[in-house]
């Protein structure tokens, strides 16, 4: 996926670079900063900061990863949160900005992020978290690059307590009445059970129960007796297998077509590298993952049933007993399309993510 949202230590993160928020001043701050230089090789890393100088918030400099696996550390000073009058969000932004900007200046296929200011500089999470996943989104608009952003806790992901709060409002009604639809049905067919085992039934006629024996003579065939099928309903295996529906491949392409939207626009919405459309491309029998088809759904905008068809042409369904399908019918239904939010609350309920 270009854009992965992961639990993890940055300082332990494969990628050609990783961010540090850096000191303003060329020496080894706290949090973040503090683990860089210490995973990194401390006398080296500072050598290479003091070269520098003095940065200012929004600004970004690169120097070698040393003993990091990575290729490169990317410094930027994240801008200390004064209530988001004094332009905070805006010095926020050009974090991630220059930083991108830098990495693909270096020639960087990979990059990873902690989600800036959000530690002693005291920038609340979820607007620090908009910020990033808007920085990260338009970048990857224009740009082929795998993006991490890493995180420890789970409350750097936790959205708006109101729409928090509804998503799990969803799955709990959705989840009652898959129970109580089971259950009913359960119960339904044992009192049916019962019914019909304690009624009373007329005894049949002898001459009902006595069936006559048929003679040699009146004996029919047994081809006779058996129903046939009429001679044009019969149909081959082969005949079955020619006149198969729409693949998953041409479903999608047809989507694509009649939305008027670019295969690049439609992979990259759906946080897709061009390596796997292009497998689905050349492979007219491709079998995609789960999340790769609604990831697809998602970046078509398609409403409930055109998704539920798109994804039984890969052989799958949603089911309302499974909590990462009813998040994803939430966001159908609401008509939320932006896959990033969608990644956050799939993340925030442990739940895979979606993409390749």
Known sequence: MPFQIIRSDITKIKADAIVNTANPEPVCGGGVDSAVYKAAGAKRLLAERKKIGPMKAGQAAITPAFQLDARFIIHTVGPVWKGGWRGEKKLLRACYDNCLGLAIKNHCESIAFPLIST???????????????????????????????????????????????????????????????????????????????????????????????????????QSQILPQASAGAARSLEDVINNVGETFQERLLRFIDERNLTNAQVYKKANLSRKLFSKILCNPDYQPKKRTVIAFAIALQLNLDDTKDLMARAGFALSPGSRFDLVIEYFIEKKVYDIYTINVALFDHDLPMLGE
């Open 119 to 221: 530690g002693v500089y005291g920038f609340p999470k979820e607007k620090a978290l908009q910020i990033a996943l808007a920085a990260v989104s338009e970048f990857l608009t224009e740009h082929e690059m795998t993006v991490y952003l890493a995180v420890f806790d789970q409350e750097s992901f936790r959205l708006s307590g109101r729409l928090y709060s509804k998503i799990e409002e969803f799955i709990d009604d959705n989840y009652a009445e898959s129970r109580l639809e089971a259950e009913y049905a359960s119960g339904n067919f044992s009192e049916r059970r019962k019914l019909i085992d304690t009624v009373s039934m007329p005894p049949l006629p002898d001459s009902m129960l006595k069936m006559p024996e048929p003679s040699c003579a009146s004996a029919a065939p």
